[in-house]
């Protein structure tokens, strides 16, 4: 069902005391409340919920949930253990009273994520650029010069290694058989409990024929035990669940996969993770996805966010990225700065200005070119700073969402500085203030004349 509504203003209680009277109302936290357009989050979000069921947790609660916790890097568990003790952190997400038992379960965060999707993560992120536009830290001039760039977020995975992947494959398929009370010929546990540290001693100790050859004994194993899988669900006629099929499925890729394979099993609990090579002299593979990053040219303020699966040519995104960053702040860039990688983009509508382009480059916007690389230090901050590091998120809905939410959390953090060292502009978070209360005012006037 839809978000529940935020009822009325309650009246003061004698035993619970009233955020506004707790919190500072010049701390930034505080300020920036009244800057987001709650209401129109609400009306966004709310059509991602079904009108049957049960009523969901507000808008204001979740939303509010989910930048504190990219704001400040912080885990579904933490980021509830520091709510119920901050108060400025229950005043952002929208409660009266100071509040002592917990919001919601961690997992309710988990479900939202997936409810809203990239749509609604993005919806996300488009209030924080038309927050900084309000704040005027950025302006509206800005959004004609805009720099794109990758990156690569990296998944959850521990580093692959063959002797590892058929040790874990083998160990699943040996819990498959137990589950449907199937006796193996040998299950080779106690082989493979001997065989596993030697490949790592074999390994240090630079004797590679011995490790090798182990590596083989252990993939031998892997495919005896696929077989005799196999020939006995055959033979009893045993249906496998899909979860288990696909298990099964990825041993059997891994037994034929070799060194060249393309579209390689790097994880068995995350398949669809890629191989990436960025040319990083300390570090030549990262195994993740492509992400891309577009910022103002002026000001460094994120405008598009966007993951790409399946390791594509720079070039051939970029069209995308920019088509992203126009549905988000709803004007269409007129320049690009790209790096070398983006040649042969094919982008026709906008002049894409590639890095030590000479030809074509209007006079006017040569001296932009130099504020291409200020793309990296964002990238920078976005894993440093934010959650964009390490993806914990599962598939590749995960790693789409992670990339949006983290760019949300920077804007968040570029926004609290900006509020943090202009304490003397009280006329602008006024003005502000008062177009809101105008604002809400005009729909309930006008929700009123509906109900009449």
């Known amino acids: 069902m839809k978000p529940k509504k935020k009822t009325a203003i309650p009246q003061s209680d004698m035993f619970k005391p009233r955020l506004e009277d707790i919190v500072n109302p010049n701390q930034a936290l505080v300020r920036?409340?009244?800057?987001?357009?709650?209401?129109?989050?609400?009306?966004?979000?709310?059509?991602?919920?079904?009108?049957?069921?049960?009523?969901?947790?507000?808008?204001?609660l979740m939303a509010g949930l989910m930048y504190l916790q990219h704001l400040h890097n912080l885990s579904d568990e933490a980021l509830l253990d520091q709510w119920l003790e901050s108060p400025y952190y229950q005043y952002f997400c929208g409660e009266t009273f100071f509040q002592h038992q917990f919001p919601c379960h961690p997992t309710s965060l988990v479900k939202w994520r997936q409810r809203l999707g990239e749509e609604g993560c993005e919806w996300l992120l488009t209030?924080?650029?038309?927050?900084?536009?309000?704040?005027?830290?950025?302006?509206?001039?800005?959004?004609?010069?805009?720099i794109v760039d990758t990156t690569v977020q990296e998944k959850n995975i521990a580093f692959p290694t063959d002797a590892k992947l058929y040790h874990k494959s083998r160990q699943l398929l040996v819990a498959i058989a137990h589950d449907h009370s199937?006796?193996?010929?040998?299950?080779?546990?106690?082989?493979?409990?001997?065989?596993?540290?030697?490949?790592?001693?074999?390994?240090?100790?630079?004797?590679?024929?011995?490790?090798?050859?182990?590596?083989?004994?252990?993939?031998?194993?892997?495919?005896?035990?696929?077989?005799?899988?196999?020939?006995?669900?055959?033979?009893?006629?045993?249906?496998?669940?899909?979860?288990?099929?696909?298990?099964?499925?990825?041993?059997?890729?891994?037994?034929?996969?070799?060194?060249?394979?393309?579209?390689?099993?790097?994880s068995l609990h995350e398949p669809l993770v890629d191989c990436i090579s960025k040319g990083k002299a300390h570090k030549r593979y990262e195994l993740g996805v492509k992400a891309s990053i577009a910022v103002t040219a002026k000001e460094s303020f994120i405008i598009g966010a966007r993951s790409y699966p399946g390791n594509p040519y720079d070039g051939h995104i970029l069209a995308d990225q920019l088509q992203q960053v126009e549905t988000l702040t709803g004007k269409k860039p007129e320049y690009c700065f790209v790096n070398r990688g983006y040649r042969g983009s094919g982008v026709g509508?906008?002049?894409?200005?590639?890095?030590?382009?000479?030809?074509?480059?209007?006079?006017?916007?040569?001296?932009?070119?130099?504020?291409?690389?200020?793309?990296?230090?964002?990238?920078?901050?976005?894993?440093?700073?934010g959650k964009m590091k390490r993806?914990?998120?599962?598939?590749?809905?995960?790693?789409?969402?992670?990339?949006?939410?983290?760019?949300?959390?920077?804007?968040?953090?570029?926004?609290?500085?900006?509020?943090?060292?202009?304490?003397?502009?009280?006329?602008?978070?006024?003005?502000?203030?008062?177009?809101?209360?105008?604002?809400?005012?005009?729909?309930?006037?006008?929700?009123?004349?509906?109900?009449?």
């Open 32 to 60: 920036l409340t009244s800057v987001i357009d709650w209401e129109r989050l609400d009306i966004e979000l709310g059509q991602h919920f079904a009108t049957v069921g049960a009523a969901a947790l507000p808008t204001r």
């Open 127 to 146: 209030e924080t650029i038309n927050s900084g536009l309000k704040l005027k830290v950025i302006k509206p001039s800005s959004l004609k010069r805009v």
């Open 182 to 266: 199937i006796t193996l010929r040998q299950t080779y546990d106690k082989a493979c409990q001997d065989l596993m540290p030697k490949i790592g001693r074999y390994g240090h100790a630079k004797q590679y024929k011995r490790m090798k050859k182990a590596i083989k004994q252990v993939k031998g194993f892997l495919g005896r035990v696929v077989r005799d899988l196999e020939r006995q669900l055959i033979a009893k006629g045993i249906q496998l669940t899909p979860k288990q099929q696909n298990t099964l499925q990825k041993a059997r890729e891994l037994l034929l996969q070799t060194r060249k394979s393309k579209n390689k099993i790097y």
């Open 349 to 385: 509508d906008i002049q894409v200005l590639i890095a030590g382009q000479k030809r074509g480059v209007p006079h006017k916007e040569k001296r932009w070119m130099g504020r291409r690389n200020s793309v990296a230090p964002i990238i920078g901050h976005l894993k440093s700073d």
């Open 391 to 452: 993806c914990f998120l599962k598939g590749v809905l995960g790693d789409a969402l992670n990339v949006i939410l983290s760019a949300c959390g920077q804007n968040l953090r570029k926004l609290l500085r900006w509020l943090y060292f202009a304490p003397n502009r009280p006329a602008l978070l006024l003005k502000i203030l008062l177009n809101s209360l105008a604002n809400k005012l005009k729909l309930d006037l006008n929700h009123v004349a509906l109900q009449a």
